[in-house]
């Protein structure tokens, strides 16, 4: 076994099926698979729970089992270690980055911090450990808006890392944010033109919308919203086609939950690609999987002073949470 490339490197045998390997795998080891909403089909089908990057780590909390395998990017398996410490935390490839996270290195945000004294610092989900370890609470795409809202109008604040989202919260808050100017790069590269395009084809689609994407897209949205909330609102409106502004893997899913409907991946700037994908997001395998399974690795480790300070903030957005009623029980 070697696990110097950040994944198992091991022979697998000829002929075997790794769906039920994978399944037969997780019970000798007493595992629960935790996918992410953009994985590929076919890790989201051997998964046990599915759904956005804080509801697995949340997930992975509550769940008895002692190994947690979440196939997702680097961030959000950090994010189920800081919850859940005593657990093994197992992303079968950790070079599955995230663009966001990337885009907010913790010393270059650290020092954004101290050019903006006074100000309570609010960071999005989707950065690494040593981020949210700067941050006083943390929110997701579901919540920031609501979040925000509980401080006080004068209270100066800063969100990082994703512009688009912090400058769509200050849209729709009439806060005044310091924004820091990061971005993802899947939600960044959405064609209004080539969406218009496609409007114009099916006049009675409507568009789906994350509000990572730049102000153009959201401007032609009929819902902008978190992966859950558009895949539920797709589930419950009465259109039956949809375009959706969203990394593609969410689509598999909706059609799952709407067999009846139509979802159409928004495009990309780049020439001949017809949907938006992660990178990232497809690096998990069935192989890696697999591999991970049997050998127990790779693991994510967040030492614990970094783990103690990620943890705050964390608890804070769902005390929050909590008191606005946004978190059902």
Not at 28 to 51: C, L, P, S, T
Not at 111 to 116: G, S, V
Not at 181 to 204: A, M, Q, R, T
Request: overall charge negative; glycine content about 4%.
């Amino acid at each position: 076994m070697n696990v110097e490339k950040g994944y198992v490197e091991a022979r697998i045998p000829k002929g075997i099926d790794l769906k039920q390997e994978i399944l037969r795998l997780k019970k000798e080891k007493n595992a629960v698979i935790m996918a992410h909403f953009y994985q590929r089909d076919e890790i989201q089908d051997v998964a046990d729970y599915i759904g956005d990057s804080l509801a697995l780590a949340q997930l992975a909390q509550d769940v008895d089992a002692p190994v947690i395998v979440l196939c997702g990017v680097h961030f959000m398996g950090e994010t189920a270690k800081i919850l859940s410490p005593e657990k093994t935390v197992i992303v079968p490839d950790l070079n599955a980055g995230c663009s966001l996270s990337d885009s907010c290195p913790a010393d270059e945000f650290q020092a954004f911090i101290k050019e903006h004294p006074g100000h309570t610092v609010i960071s999005y989900a989707n950065t690494s450990a040593a981020v949210k370890a700067l941050t006083d609470v943390i929110v997701t795409s579901g919540n920031a808006k609501q979040i925000v809202d509980s401080f006080p109008e004068d209270e100066k604040l800063i969100f990082g890392p994703d512009r688009n989202l912090g400058n769509y919260i200050n849209s729709i808050t009439g806060r005044d944010m310091v924004v820091w100017d990061g971005y993802c790069e899947v939600h960044e590269k959405f064609s209004i033109d080539k969406i218009l395009e496609l409007k114009k084809e099916h006049p009675d689609a409507q568009v789906l919308v994350h509000p990572e994407c730049p102000k153009p897209i959201r401007l032609i949205a009929d819902k902008i919203g978190s992966t859950k909330a558009l895949l539920d609102y797709s589930v419950a409106s009465d259109c039956n086609k949809f375009i959706v502004a969203t990394e593609s893997g969410i689509i598999y899913e909706m059609k799952k939950r709407c067999p009846d409907k139509e979802f159409i991946p928004a495009p990309p700037d780049d020439a001949g690609c017809a949907c938006n994908e992660c990178a990232y997001m497809k690096l998990i395998t069935l192989e890696k999987l697999y591999l991970s399974l049997k050998y127990l690795a790779p693991t994510i480790e967040v030492d614990e002073e970094t783990r103690i300070k990620a943890v705050r903030p964390i608890e804070r957005m769902l005390e929050i949470s909590n008191r606005l009623g946004l978190i059902k029980k």
